[in-house]
């Protein structure tokens, strides 16, 4: 039987039934106030009502616990899946779903070689350190589809990036990568064995394509990648007033970029070194941008473009390279730098890092990429010398 009680705002009424408690004190019904039918207290045995509802309240409280606990599981199966490599071929994964999820560092090697030097290995491991939730893509002219299994056992380099969870290794396909940039029609009228520079002006308008259809930072495969860039449009200065193509960084269809692409075509003369890379950069930089000088360890800025300081990436500049492989009595400490560019074109793999020498190359392989130093320098030296050994 529902009864009709007053509820303390001025007006209103509600309809309720019997309170389920009786009074010891008196007969009848005990009458308490509600607020609105939702509000009704317990119709049966009011007085387990607080027991009940702290109860209720302790199992939606477990539930909701459980209820994140598997989301959160869920995103890490996610993410575990989209940053683990497997060979293409049993994964199914294309460059293109892996570029599409953005914020990509991307590598080239342009070379037929399959086995990543230590220094290549050391750039990828390091940048995957330190951008753990971006993916890191190394694309291989000389890799095909087919040989992706074959690499992970005959090559020590190839295994161990491939183990990374955030590093993806795909063959470069330049007529693919070129699709729907300006830089098709070139590629498709250029005869490479003519080329002299072939390596490097290929490298160079990979670089812009995948840069301009995708997004992130192209890193050259001797960069050290030590802090994360903090900057989303950038171009690096070399000096005052010169720009490098060894890193930079844009989102998607930026006009720069496309620009860039224009004038590469435009310009093209392969038979001068950097005029499809740095020198490009830097005449279109100009054109948008008038260019000062640096005074100190601040950047520059023009057009929504950041362009970095050169401390950023090259604190140790081309003409004094050989200082990576040479002992300090102070280590530099690098605190303005993001990633450190060794000039591995100046070397032409002159110079390596070898276990024990104590130069400042080899303190950084053991800050920033610790599995290529193992795995790379003081395991191989140690092979060869028990195979030498052997051989006596």
Known sequence: MLQT????SPGSWALREPDCHRDGKQAGWKCRFVRSISQHPCPRHYCRCPRKSRMLKKIQICLCFFFLSGILYEISLLSSFFFSYMPMSQQFLTPEQILNLGKSIIFLETTERLEPPPLVSCSVESAARIYQDRPIILFMKGLTNDTAFDLNSRYAAFSLLSSMKNVFIFPLQMETVFQETPLLQWYNQVVPEQEKNWVHVSSDASRLALIWKYGGIYMDTDVISIRPIPEESFLAAQKSRFSSNGIFGFPARHKFI?????????????????????FLMTRMLKTICNLTDFKGTEDHSCQNISFLNPQRFYPIPYPAWGRYYTVWDKSPNFNHSYALHLWNFMNHNRKVVVAGSNTLAEKLYKAYCPTTYKDLIQNAELRDFTGSEDDV
């Open 5 to 8: 009680v007053w509820v303390p």
């Open 258 to 278: 496309w620009d860039c692409m224009e004038n590469f075509v435009l310009k093209y003369n392969g038979n001068i070194w950097g005029n499809q890379g740095p």
